[in-house]
């Protein structure tokens, strides 16, 4: 029973051995300036994931009531217009148009907003996002990504911790 006492006097105690021991690794604290940058990146990787699962519900919608699948890439303004006729039942079809005037708003606060994430890149780490976009492979928002969700890569003493923070 005696190794069931819990207190915060216990827990700061083990909790200093495992940071001398260096086996408890101490937080990074991510730049101030960049964080809402950050965010904002982040916040738009989840609009594209919401917009690649609007165009699988429009695929899989196609597939579920038999029609030919359509061979329209639903990137393109003129793509998306064919699809909002594409279904006979108007249910399905309003259904189908609500997919298409998320994507279109999607689509024209996207661009702008990529737009605004790399010149605050291009502020706050001009060196780093001109090294990385030299890389084949790397594009422009995988750079983004990889400047804003390393932070300083200094804080990695070696190449397997940084591989092991990449996963």
Not at 125 to 148: D, E, K
């Amino acid at each position: 029973h005696g190794g069931k006492a819990k207190n915060d006097k216990i827990d700061s105690y083990k909790i200093a051995k495992l940071i001398r021991g260096g086996n408890f690794p101490l937080a990074y604290v991510y730049d101030k300036d960049m964080r809402a940058t950050r965010d904002l990146l982040r916040r738009r990787t989840k609009i594209v994931r919401h917009g690649a699962d609007l165009k699988a519900h429009v695929a899989n919608t196609a597939s579920q009531y038999n029609l030919p699948a359509h061979n329209v890439n639903l990137k393109n303004v003129c793509d998306r217009e064919k699809m909002r006729y594409y279904f006979p039942d108007p249910v399905v079809q309003r259904s189908i148009n609500l997919n298409m005037a998320i994507l279109d708003c999607y689509h024209s606060e996207l661009k702008p907003l990529e737009h605004y994430i790399e010149q605050m890149a291009k502020q706050h780490n001009p060196v780093h996002l001109n090294i990385l976009q030299t890389i084949n492979g790397i594009g422009r928002i995988l750079a983004l990504t990889i400047i804003y969700e390393i932070g300083d890569i200094n804080r990695f003493s070696s190449v397997q911790k940084f591989a092991s923070y990449s996963r």
